[in-house]
């Protein structure tokens, strides 16, 4: 069973950048897909970022796309999101999400309850 430990959240003023780190343990990160989610105070949690297994695809919410870049490292079980010109509109605490059940396409990137195994969460908060 994989499990994930995000990294990297802090303090950030707006227009900075951060990269958030999920460690993943387990034999079978390397053949899962991975996503991040985040939620913000009082709203419900949302998809941000996707990655297949190979790294060849990936996917963005159009809030993040052209500021966020999801990359992961499978030599090393870590996948990242790199956050560019970040907004206070970006705070949130933020999930990484292993899928590894083999699922194949990639309509389902988007969708949190496809995943079946998520860390504990790395809050970011950006200061304006």
């Known amino acids: 069973q994989v499990q994930l430990v995000e990294s990297g959240g802090g303090l950030v003023q707006a227009g900075g950048s951060r990269r958030l780190s999920c460690a993943a343990s387990?034999?079978?990160?390397?053949?899962?897909?991975m996503g991040w989610f985040r939620q913000a105070p009082g709203k419900e949690q949302e998809f941000v970022a996707a990655?297949?297994?190979?790294?060849?695809?990936?996917d963005y919410a159009d809030s993040v796309k052209g500021r966020f870049t999801i990359s992961r490292d499978n030599a090393n079980d870590t996948v990242y999101l790199q956050m560019n010109r970040l907004t206070p509109e970006d705070t949130a605490v933020y999930y990484c999400?292993?899928?590894?059940?083999?699922?194949?396409?990639?309509?389902?990137?988007?969708?949190?309850?496809?995943?079946?195994?998520w860390g504990q969460g790395t809050q970011v908060t950006i200061s304006s």
């Open positions: 999400a292993a899928e590894t059940r083999l699922r194949l396409g990639t309509s389902w990137y988007r969708d949190k309850y496809e995943y079946d195994v």
């Open positions: 990655i297949a297994w190979s790294g060849r695809t990936t």
């Open positions: 387990g034999r079978t990160f390397r053949s899962a897909a």
